[in-house]
């Protein structure tokens, strides 16, 4: 694998220009009539001059369903990724009625203010805008626009001028004017972000990142630009029982969490961090945890924004039995709560959980303003779960209990939620379950209904009304049924604790955790594109094939472990990943409609792009030198593996070994903190940390320093 080209942009920008051989033109007088014609519209600006398709979603933020009112009826735009595909369904008639294929996957869809329709296409780099030119048939394409690699989250600001784009694999957040899609600018970000909504007054995005346990704050300058960027940590607290010797058995026992937390166990939750909370006599400690599954945001009428996470305790430094600490609940549900100016993110300590039953992977969230109920849709566990979103929020007089702890009700849907939307005006919400490829009509209010208890709260009683939207092409069934397996949570064949596969490798990723292991401290490792020509497994190579490695892990995490046809619909699942792909790669009739920037917006980046390009090769030939032998141990243009055991002096007191397996540096880029503990944060801190024991880098300068990390950053 070589250096990456340069941007999708830039090479937009090269392929518009003149060749440098071509005779220039001799100019010609235009016509008198030609004087007097209007100038032609903008290619992605609307076109129709009938009724457009009114946005329903007054926090104007994005999701894989958006909603539209037209001549009387409710209309849902729902972004199909398995089935690369636009559905326009009628939620009052409950019907599907137009499927648009897209030039891509998408993970979200926004209505503009004029009524055009804007989807993210998260594996091609582009956004695609359409215009809905009849209810009920498929929508226009107008134009395809570059943007950074894999953009998912898309939000408006509330004048509807501004569209604001989150890339993931980019890591950047870029704005566009929202009358011609003409960029305003772009700003890099930390790893993985993901969920984007704009402050009420305009003036600051917010932005989740799924790994990292960090809500970005991105001040918007003139005309709607990103100008800085800040970041405010969702890491927090558990206040933790410790566990009683059993005198009949000599055992350890943990004292259990109550599903429905005491009013004392509420109020401890906000015990000041110095203090122990108010748990009678059972002596507790203080349990730092992560944050981490930062896919969701949404924004309250009041200004502050709802940040659905899970905290994590990787557990301690040293070598533990399994993954993580001790046998405790490894993945706490939670809510953080960042204040209406992005000034601050409350976490507050947590001293009781739901175990399996809590929302381990929150994909998706909204508010319904009226009566302050906030949604979150819990992946793995096929729930929507309705919180009072009035509890505990930062600059606001206090209440008992946070968000958390304020569960209304949760109900039913179909297997994958990924999706949510409110229609405030009917106190409705729409669910859009992936893996099923359905819609679900839910109440939206705080009292939704017939329900009845079920532990931990009440459960919506009586079938929701269902949407099966047609489509085109989907998973296999094989790859469909992994698909699920991989993120399954809640139960038990995985993890003790209910943890799946999702929740160390969200998306076939990595964490970005260090965990604690038999071994020693362990950084997760990516999956996507690694399974392949990278064994031995495991960071010590001691498991040759890929079925040794699974089974340990299940082994590891207290599972009860899957069928040998399971695993292996695990694995097809995992194989059929790949990476977020690039705009520049065009069809002919894609390239006709793309809208490439205008010179005077894209000189700076284009001069960036290529003096990056030229940084990474020399890299590349640093790289591939036998001076600096990475090479050696990095084979092939794919650099994989050697397959060997190396030691690199790398080891500590806390490892059991002392020579580790040559990791594959595909996407090497994309899966920060590196070395086997994750002590390094970025690729030129390990070059410049490991000198002569890994390679022969020490004699490098800076600049060569700084050009072979450009180079692994481009892999």
Do not use: N
């Amino acid at each position: 694998m070589r250096a990456a080209a340069p941007t999708a942009v830039a090479v937009l920008l090269l392929a518009c220009s003149p060749g440098s051989r071509d005779p220039a033109p001799a100019p010609l007088a235009p016509p008198a009539a030609a004087l007097a014609a209007p100038p032609p519209a903008p290619p992605c600006a609307r076109r129709g001059a009938g009724p457009a398709p009114a946005p329903l979603d007054p926090t104007h933020a994005g999701s894989g369903v958006a909603l539209a009112g037209l001549g009387g009826r409710t209309l849902a735009f729902v972004a199909d990724e398995d089935d690369a595909a636009l559905h326009t369904v009628d939620l009052d008639a409950r019907s599907a009625i137009a499927r648009t294929p897209l030039a891509g996957r998408p993970a979200q869809v926004i209505v503009l203010g004029d009524g055009r329709v804007v989807a993210s296409l998260r594996d091609r780099g582009l956004l695609e805008v359409l215009e809905p030119v009849d209810a009920a048939a498929p929508l226009a394409r107008r134009c395809l626009v570059p943007v950074a690699s894999e953009p998912v989250g898309l939000a408006m600001t509330p004048d509807r001028a501004t569209l604001l784009v989150a890339s993931r694999w980019g890591h950047a957040l870029t704005s566009f004017a929202t009358a011609d899609l003409r960029p305003l600018g772009e700003l890099p970000l930390a790893r993985d972000p993901s969920a984007v909504v704009a402050s009420a007054d305009g003036q600051r995005a917010f932005v989740s990142h799924a790994v990292g346990g960090r809500v970005s704050v991105i001040s918007l300058g003139e005309g709607g630009a990103p100008t800085e960027a800040r970041e405010l940590s969702t890491d927090g607290v558990e206040w933790r029982v410790q566990p009683t010797l059993s005198k009949k058995s000599s055992s350890i026992d943990f004292i259990p969490a109550s599903p429905m937390p005491s009013a004392s166990a509420r109020s401890a939750a906000f015990a000041p961090l110095g203090s122990a909370p108010a748990l009678g006599h059972r002596p507790s400690s203080r349990v730092a945890r992560r944050g981490s599954q930062g896919f969701a945001l949404a924004r309250a009428p009041g200004g502050a924004v709802f940040a659905p996470i899970a905290l994590v305790d990787p557990g301690p430094e040293a070598r533990g039995g399994g993954y993580g600490g001790a046998r405790a609940q490894t993945v706490i549900e939670h809510i953080a709560v960042v204040d209406a100016k992005g000034e601050r993110a409350d976490v507050p300590p947590v001293s009781s959980h739901l175990g399996t039953l809590g929302c381990q992977l929150p994909r998706a969230a909204a508010i319904e303003p009226g009566e302050q109920v906030l949604l979150v849709t819990c992946l793995g566990r096929d729930e929507v779960i309705a919180y009072d979103a009035r509890a505990q929020i930062p600059g606001q007089p206090p209440r008992v209990g946070s968000v958390r702890d304020r569960e209304l009700f949760r109900a039913r849907v179909g297997a994958g939620p990924t999706a949510i939307a409110v229609d405030s005006a009917r106190r409705r919400a729409v669910v859009f379950s992936r893996f099923d490829g359905e819609l679900t009509i839910l109440p939206a209010a705080r009292d939704p209904g017939p329900t009845e208890h079920r532990a931990p709260s009440k459960e919506i009683t009586g079938e929701l009304p269902v949407i099966v939207l047609p489509r085109a092409s989907r998973l296999d069934e094989r790859r469909a049924e992994g698909q699920r397996l991989f993120h399954a949570a809640g139960g038990r064949r995985t993890a003790f604790d209910g943890r799946a596969c999702a929740s160390c490798h969200p998306d076939g990723r990595d964490d970005a955790l260090t965990w604690s292991t038999p071994e020693g401290p362990r950084q997760t490792p990516m999956l996507m594109g690694r399974l392949d020509g990278s064994a031995p497994y495991g960071w010590e190579g001691d498991k040759k094939d890929l079925e040794g490695h699974f089974a340990r892990t299940l082994s590891r995490l207290g599972g009860s472990g899957l069928r040998p046809d399971e695993r292996d619909a695990l694995f097809a699942y995992l194989r059929g990943m790949a990476p977020p792909g690039e705009a520049a790669a065009l069809a002919a009739e894609e390239r006709a409609v793309t809208v490439a920037p205008p010179p005077a917006a894209s000189g700076a980046p284009l001069g960036e792009a290529a003096a990056r390009a030229d940084l990474a090769a020399r890299g590349d030939a640093l790289f591939h030198s036998t001076e600096a032998g990475c090479s050696s141990c990095h084979l092939g243009d794919e650099l994989t593996t050697d397959g060997a055991r190396h030691d690199v002096r790398s080891a500590t007191r806390f490892d059991a070994a002392r020579a580790f397996e040559t990791p594959s540096l595909r996407f090497v880029g994309r899966s920060a903190p590196y070395y086997h503990d994750g002590r390094y944060p970025t690729l030129l801190a390990l070059i410049e940390g490991v000198g002569d024991t890994m390679g022969h880098t020490a004699h490098l300068s800076a600049d060569d320093r700084r050009a072979l990390a450009t180079y692994l950053e481009s892999l």
